[in-house]
């Protein structure tokens, strides 16, 4: 592609490193891209309150799509500008078709405040007995009538054991308009977002006021959370660790986030 004028790239598998950092010759190239005037964006599955260690290692603040493009968060502010919610019908009705179709599943939903660390508002509340993808959760367990009872901006589906491939392809033949299926883990985690959401609308919503279109923008990806913004953009780069769903979506491959795959694309225009 012809210069880009925005970056937006993924985090955890593709920015960072296998030791979630960024390695100082990553670091390097997304400076040395901003420096010459180029919007960077980050566009990730992580909810607000967990961008700040990115922001650490990037050295610099730049705006986050976050949620799968259903938040728009500046970290600079640490202020949410924007938010896309599920319903509480919807997600009720999501839950109805969770528990007939992956029997055994565990419900868990991403809410928002007006900042990444709104005390007021309880941000990942799950359901009694689901079963966290990762360590140290930093959740609030309620009962599933509380969970459901206010808008969230995803719902996340958790079957330990579980295929994540497999829970979206059957859970997708039982939802229509109510919510879009993505996953960005391989261990039984699933996640619904508003319908029309995905990393690629969120990092539009924030090219458009620059006056930018797709084919400004090169993006970065490894998974299927990534797959929207991969084909969208101008020019999409799948991670030499990437899941088959995101190489095939994507126009080149790089390297391995942990051989700084991100940092030997950008070194074309920017070293």
């Known amino acids: 592609m012809t210069l880009p004028a925005m970056i937006a790239t993924d985090v955890d598998g593709t920015l960072l490193d296998d030791d979630e950092k960024v390695s100082p010759r990553t670091r390097a190239a997304v400076h040395a891209a ?5 919007h960077f964006v980050l566009a990730t599955g992580r909810p607000p309150r967990w961008i700040a260690p990115v922001v650490d290692g990037l050295g610099l603040a730049p705006m986050a799509v976050c949620a799968n493009g259903a938040v728009i968060y500046d970290p600079a502010t640490d202020r949410i500008v924007s938010a896309r919610t599920l319903s509480t019908d919807t997600l009720c009705q999501l839950a109805d078709i969770a528990a007939r179709v992956i029997p055994g599943s565990g419900l868990a939903v ?4 007006h900042s990444a660390h709104d005390a007021a508002t309880p941000q990942f509340v799950s359901s009694p007995g689901y079963e966290h993808a990762w360590l140290n959760p930093d959740n609030t367990e309620v009962s599933l009538d509380d969970l459901l009872s206010a808008p969230a901006v995803k719902l996340l589906i958790r ?3 579980g295929s994540s491939a497999e829970m979206a392809a059957e859970l997708a033949k039982h939802v229509t308009v ?12 699933i996640e619904v977002m508003p319908p029309g959401i995905s990393k ?8 458009g006021p620059l006056g930018l279109v797709a084919g400004d923008v090169l993006t970065f990806g490894d998974m299927p959370n990534d797959v929207p913004m991969l084909r969208w953009a ?3 780069v ?4 990437a899941h088959p769903e995101a190489v095939s979506a994507a126009d ?3 390297s391995r986030n942990s051989d700084d795959g991100v940092a030997r694309v950008l070194e074309r225009w920017w070293l």
């Not at 996953?183 to 039984?188: A, E, L």
């Not at 690629?200 to 090219?207: D, E, K, N, V, Y």
């Not at 799948?238 to 660790?241: D, P, S, V």
């Open 200 to 207: 690629a609308s969120g990092i539009q919503q924030l090219a």
């Open 234 to 236: 101008g020019h999409g």
């Open 238 to 241: 799948a991670m030499g660790n």
């Open 252 to 254: 080149e491959v790089t």
């Open 178 to 189: 109510e919510g879009d299926i993505t996953y960005s883990t391989n261990n039984g985690l």
């Open 34 to 38: 901003v420096d010459a005037g180029v």
């Open 110 to 113: 991403e809410r928002v405040g």
């Open 159 to 161: 079957k330990s054991g």
